[in-house]
């Protein structure tokens, strides 16, 4: 295997249209913001990361904000002039900086793809390196698509619709207080069997349990942290109470965070954002736990441009992760992308796997000049939560 020697990190913090938003419990972000990483090595390879954070703190405490600042000031010059051999070197070099994952898991990335695309590996074929035997990319990752909150039932019912016809085979849907047991009702009574999933992003607590024990009558994949954000002990007493299993996102941020949350019983499923866990070298570790304890696993998306949906879709394709991943294809996001080609869906719910070196993807350098100009004039920026 072939070194890198980091010679040069550029930040492009940039502002994307976003083609549908997303509506959540703790709000609804009018584009999106992110940071991107170019890491340039000594001979000349760059590798392409993505730092996925929001303008508001609303699901992580970091923003395109505090990632700007942890990187420039601190994880970027960790990296400068570093040779390194294997990408999982990379959470030791950056160990000086407590949390910011997201921030952390921009810059892993960069280096995962620039040690793959100077070994002409594929990002699947890199990652594959790191588990057991037989675990090796499927070619394709088995996706759903996220369905923010709407004004009524039957403007959510208008969009599955929409979504199913274009070959979606599992519906996600936002839920909070007062838009939640009559939104499941209303779906089921008119898609019984349709693959569903409900996402609270925190928004109830111990207290409501007898009211979220009404979503086991729907027969739902799961519903995804409905309790605090940062809440493993309270999941652990609501889980028992429900049929439908319960998928930790928000409060998953360390393998050792899925141990505790399995040990206690908080829930049956784990949604792996890699970028909340801070990067692919502590997703791997909790890939492994969860084969370990048979526990099924997904990819989330934090509504990526296709740099980071390029990688998290090569770790998806990976036969550990059992259950359907919120990566969608590029026309569900972005018109145009930052990337080429676009992502299609295919037959049978499925994204194909670029097979080229690293990413797989072409960065398209004039639109992340043009996005980068657009976050420049959305700068300072005062944002209303909805
Ligand atoms: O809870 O999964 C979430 C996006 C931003 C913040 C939190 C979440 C999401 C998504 C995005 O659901 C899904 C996607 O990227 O397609
Ligand atoms: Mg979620």
Same mark, same amino acid.
């Given at each position: 295997?072939?070194?890198?020697?980091?010679?040069?990190?550029?930040?492009?913090?940039?502002?994307?249209?976003?083609?549908?938003?997303?509506?959540?419990?703790?709000?609804?972000?009018?584009?999106?913001?992110?940071?991107?990483?170019?890491?340039?090595?000594?001979?000349?390879?760059?590798?392409?990361?993505?730092?996925?954070?929001?303008?508001?703190?609303?699901?992580?405490?970091?923003?395109?904000?505090?990632?700007?600042?942890?990187?420039?000031?601190?994880?970027?010059?960790?990296?400068?002039?570093?040779?390194?051999?294997?990408?999982?070197?990379?959470?030791?070099?950056?160990?000086?900086?407590?949390?910011?994952?997201?921030?952390?898991?921009?810059?892993?990335?960069?280096?995962?793809?620039?040690?793959?695309? =100077?070994?002409?590996?594929? $990002?699947? *074929?890199?990652? %594959?390196?790191? +588990?057991?035997?037989?675990?090796?990319?499927? #070619? /394709?990752?088995?996706?759903?698509?996220?369905?923010?909150?709407?004004?009524?039932?039957?403007?959510?019912?208008?969009?599955?619709?929409?979504?199913?016809?274009?070959?979606?085979?599992?519906?996600?849907?936002?839920?909070?207080?007062?838009?939640?047991?009559?939104?499941?009702?209303?779906?089921?009574?008119?898609?019984?069997?349709?693959?569903?999933?409900?996402?609270?992003?925190?928004?109830?607590?111990? =207290?409501?349990?007898?009211? $979220?024990? *009404?979503?086991? %009558?729907?027969? +739902?994949?799961?519903?995804?942290?409905?309790? #605090? /954000?940062?809440?493993?002990?309270?999941?652990?007493?609501?889980?028992?109470?429900?049929?439908?299993?319960?998928?930790?996102?928000?409060?998953?941020?360390?393998?050792?965070?899925?141990?505790?949350?399995?040990?206690?019983?908080?829930?049956?499923?784990?949604?792996?954002?890699?970028?909340?866990?801070?990067?692919?070298?502590?997703?791997?570790?909790?890939?492994?736990?969860?084969?370990?304890?048979?526990?099924?696993?997904?990819?989330?998306?934090?509504?990526?441009?296709?740099?980071?949906?390029?990688?998290?879709?090569?770790?998806?394709?990976?036969?550990?992760?059992?259950?359907?991943?919120?990566?969608?294809?590029?026309?569900?996001?972005?018109?145009?992308?930052?990337?080429?080609?676009?992502?299609?869906?295919?037959?049978?719910?499925?994204?194909?796997?670029?097979?080229?070196?690293?990413?797989?993807?072409?960065?398209?350098?004039?639109?992340?000049?043009?996005?980068?100009?657009?976050?420049?004039?959305?700068?300072?920026?005062?944002?209303?939560?909805?």
């Amino acid at each position: 295997m072939r070194s890198v020697t980091v010679k040069q990190i550029n930040l492009h913090p940039i502002a994307m249209t976003l083609v549908e938003r997303l509506k959540t419990s703790f709000g609804e972000e009018p584009f999106k913001a992110c940071v991107l990483i170019e890491l340039i090595t000594d001979d000349g390879v760059v590798g392409w990361g993505e730092s996925p954070t929001e303008i508001n703190p609303g699901y992580s405490y970091e923003t395109n904000g505090t990632s700007m600042h942890i990187l420039r000031e601190f994880l970027v010059p960790a990296l400068l002039g570093k040779t390194i051999h294997d990408a999982t070197e990379v959470p030791a070099l950056l160990s000086e900086v407590r949390g910011h994952p997201l921030a952390k898991h921009g810059i892993e990335s960069a280096v995962w793809d620039a040690l793959a695309k =100077a070994n002409g590996q594929s $990002l699947a *074929e890199a990652f %594959a390196a790191y +588990l057991p035997a037989g675990h090796i990319s499927r #070619g /394709y990752a088995n996706v759903g698509v996220s369905i923010g909150i709407q004004p009524s039932v039957e403007k959510t019912l208008e969009i599955i619709r929409k979504r199913l016809g274009q070959g979606y085979g599992r519906i996600k849907l936002k839920i909070k207080p007062g838009w939640d047991v009559e939104l499941a009702r209303g779906v089921r009574a008119e898609l019984p069997d349709v693959m569903l999933m409900l996402d609270a992003n925190s928004a109830y607590t111990l =207290a409501d349990a007898a009211h $979220l024990k *009404e979503f086991d %009558a729907f027969n +739902l994949l799961m519903i995804e942290q409905p309790l #605090g /954000y940062n809440d493993i002990f309270q999941h652990s007493k609501l889980q028992p109470q429900l049929q439908t299993p319960i998928c930790l996102d928000e409060s998953i941020h360390s393998a050792d965070d899925v141990r505790l949350a399995l040990e206690l019983g908080a829930c049956k499923i784990i949604n792996l954002k890699p970028s909340r866990v801070s990067g692919y070298t502590e997703s791997l570790e909790i890939y492994r736990v969860c084969v370990a304890n048979k526990v099924p696993l997904w990819i989330g998306g934090m509504l990526e441009t296709g740099i980071g949906r390029a990688a998290n879709l090569a770790f998806a394709s990976l036969p550990g992760v059992s259950l359907p991943c919120d990566i969608s294809a590029t026309d569900r996001y972005y018109n145009p992308d930052i990337t080429e080609p676009a992502f299609v869906l295919e037959p049978g719910s499925r994204i194909r796997v670029p097979s080229a070196p690293g990413i797989g993807v072409e960065v398209q350098r004039e639109r992340v000049q043009a996005a980068a100009a657009r976050w420049r004039a959305e700068m300072p920026y005062k944002v209303a939560m909805s």
